[in-house]
């Protein structure tokens, strides 16, 4: 009887010690000491450099384009300057996920015009993601393990493999292009699931353009608006929505279109997702071992 008590004993210990919590928490409080020291960085370079608080509003942010577009046409290094803080900032806001991009999509619409600013901050945003994605391997094994993200990341999982045969790219774009995908998420989990980098980049940098260029256009009449409101409206997120579904026609038709293609041109398909359907069989190893460990 004592040995069984004592064997029960040793199994709850074991359990709690390999606790997602309790490996998830000092992960976390060193996550957030890395997200204060470069904010605290981010801020002292727009303060010293530029001049300028961290903008909260609309306001905050017109105010803020009269003064760069003056500081910025005096001299080239003041150009480069105020691109490099511009830079710094996106990118602290997009590696930890604050929200209110919107903001800064407005002013580089104000500061660059419309085509630049799309392509300037779509890049941006790929960036900090990928960021972002780097960061996840700090908090995420143990983040994974949590009940309710295992099943959202078992889901995903079986959605990638399902669609592997015409590539992770264009299931990535769809979520990208979707407007209520919580791209913090995608983030997150994505160098768990064996999402490897470089499509993990082009479908953020691609899905991001169409809200950054209507963000763009409102920034170049940055003085006209009155509310932020004025920007993201049904009609935006309809338009959004009716993008993101194109971007669906590779996912749903992609078997077909490519056996099209394949006797159109008279060749044999290639396996040309191999290296995809193996990075997403490790990452469905780890939401099993992830199972696993929690039973």
């Known amino acids: 009887m004592d040995t069984i008590d004592t064997s029960t004993d040793e199994k709850k210990a074991t359990r709690a010690l390999n606790s997602p919590w309790r490996r998830l928490l000092p992960r976390l409080a060193l996550f957030i000491v890395i997200g204060l020291l470069s904010l605290l960085l981010s801020l002292n370079l727009a303060r010293h450099v530029l001049g300028i608080e961290l903008p909260h509003t609309l306001e905050d942010i017109q105010s803020i384009a009269v003064h760069l577009e003056k500081l910025s046409s005096n001299t080239w290094g003041d150009y480069m300057a105020v691109a490099g803080v511009f830079a710094a900032l996106y990118l602290w806001q997009q590696a930890f996920s604050i929200p209110g991009s919107v ?5 580089a619409g104000h500061l660059y015009g419309i085509i630049a600013a799309t392509v300037w901050t779509s890049l941006l945003t790929a960036v900090g993601a990928t960021l972002a994605y780097g960061l996840a391997m700090l908090v995420a094994e143990p983040f994974l393990q949590l009940n309710w993200v295992s099943r959202k990341t078992a889901f995903m999982t079986r959605q ?3 669609d592997r045969s015409v590539g992770l790219f264009w299931w990535l774009l769809f979520a990208r292009l979707f407007p ?15 999402i490897p ?7 953020c940098f691609l899905g991001s353009m169409p809200y950054n260029f209507i963000c763009a256009q409102a920034g170049a009449v940055l003085g006209e608006l009155s509310s932020t409101a004025d920007i993201v409206s049904v009609s935006l997120v309809l338009k959004l929505l009716g993008v993101s579904f194109i971007s669906l026609v590779p996912v749903i038709w992609g078997n077909k279109l490519k056996h099209m293609m394949t006797e159109y041109i008279g060749a044999k ?14 990452g469905g190893e780890l939401n099993n071992t992830a199972h696993n460990q929690q039973a």
């Open 103 to 107: 903001l800064f999509n407005l002013l």
């Open 160 to 162: 990638m493999k399902r």
């Open 180 to 194: 209520f995908t919580p791209y913090w998420f995608i983030n997150m989990v994505s160098p768990f699931l064996g």
């Open 197 to 203: 980098v470089a499509p993990f980049f082009w479908s």
């Open 269 to 282: 398909g290639d396996d040309e997702d191999q290296d995809d359907e193996d990075d997403l069989e490790k």
